[in-house]
């Protein structure tokens, strides 16, 4: 619950709109963010309303009574927060075996990753950084419209957080699919667009890393996907910048690359 609780605050404290996050096994099963913290977190449960039972949620905003009788609905082993109102609070307290905790939000820098191997440690800064837009390149035919940069952008910051190989579809502020930790990257396109279903048609995809070979870019213009975010850096970049032109695919290289294990 604890290395759960911290994916959920890593997450939320990447947005600074209301942002709700549901995690399962350090994985967002279900992201969102929107006006009010309310409204957020229900896009994030919509997200994967099946996977998000037993989760660990966190939230960027001090939990009001709106969002705390949402919560309530569920059954949440953990909540992080960065406060609660009291009426909030007497929601949440009536739940049996819930763990709310509160924890500081806002850029905080300078953090380690410790990760434990045999006869050692291995020690690295975390991965606090983002590439602005103003240094993302458009690399395609097509550029994204406005409405297709802030889903790109949405999707950037989550998928930064899930397990690599890492994928996640986007529309309206909320994940629509994840693909975590496969082994190779068009296996996680394939998950993450299969859970969006129908919704992939007209939604945006980002992916933790490059593309090594034309195949994500293919299963995303299958599925119905408009436009791509990913970091570029392949010897094969030109045959994915190909096959996104072919479909009519916006595609944007950050020129930074999320890898997490």
Known sequence: NIVDLEAAHAIANDFVEPAAVIIKHTNPCGAGTGETL?????????????????????????????????????????????????????????????????AVFGKQGGAIDFKRVSGGILLQDADSGDAPRTEMKTVTKREPVDA??????????????????????????QTLGVGAGQMNRVGAANIALAQAGDKAKGAVLASDAFFPFRDTVDAAAAAGITAIIQPGG???????IRAADEHGIAMVFTGMRHFKH
């Open 148 to 173: 297709e940069w802030r889903q790109l952008l949405f999707a950037w910051k989550v998928v930064k957080h899930v397990k690599s190989n890492a994928i996640v579809v986007a529309a309206g502020d």
């Open 234 to 240: 392949s010897v094969r970049d030109e045959e994915s």
């Open 38 to 102: 309310a409204a957020a977190y229900a896009k994030a449960y919509a997200a994967d309303p099946v996977s998000a039972f037993g989760g660990i949620i966190g939230l960027n905003r001090e939990v009001d009574k709106t969002t705390a009788d949402q919560i309530a609905d569920l059954f949440a082993e953990a909540v992080v927060a960065p406060g609660y109102s009291e009426d909030a609070l007497a929601v949440l307290t009536r739940k049996k075996n819930v763990r709310l905790l509160t």
